[in-house]
């Protein structure tokens, strides 16, 4: 979504702005695997329109980049032996990805954190008024 100057956004709009904000503080922190983050933010590049925001991209190719390997419980149904090697192979990925994801979380934060707080004070103006 860009950020003209029109800063009144629908409440559903700010509400998964929020969601958002949520989702690159878990994949910051490490909190959220940075593959498992990274299939969600594709969800979130959709629903806020940026398929073409080279920003995000990076996030498109870890999804790529790991889509044949296991992640949560569909470890469950692997081979010990082969999932040790596939857990390898996720890791060397994440490893060589992540500091181009960190450095678009944080972009993408930023921009999304001031989208919200210029809807908050355009909306406390409209209610002072």
């Not at 003209?4 to 910051?28: G, H, M, V, W």
């Not at 419980?73 to 990805?97: P, R, S, T």
């Amino acid at each position: 979504m860009s950020t003209e100057s029109n800063r009144d956004y629908p409440s559903t709009f700010i509400a998964d702005c929020e969601k958002l904000l949520k989702l690159c503080d878990q994949i910051i922190e490490n909190r959220l695997g940075l593959t498992i983050g990274s299939r969600r933010m594709n969800g979130f590049r959709e629903l806020m329109k940026e398929d073409k925001n080279e920003e995000w991209m990076i996030f498109i190719g870890i999804d790529s980049e790991t889509d044949h390997l296991p992640i949560g419980d569909e470890k469950n149904h692997w081979n010990k032996e082969i999932l040790k090697k596939k857990e390898k192979e996720l890791e060397e990925i994440e490893d060589h990805y992540r500091p181009y994801a960190l450095e678009s979380l944080v972009s993408i934060k930023t921009k999304y954190t001031k989208l919200v707080e210029q809807s908050a004070c355009h909306n406390a103006d409209k209610s002072a008024s």
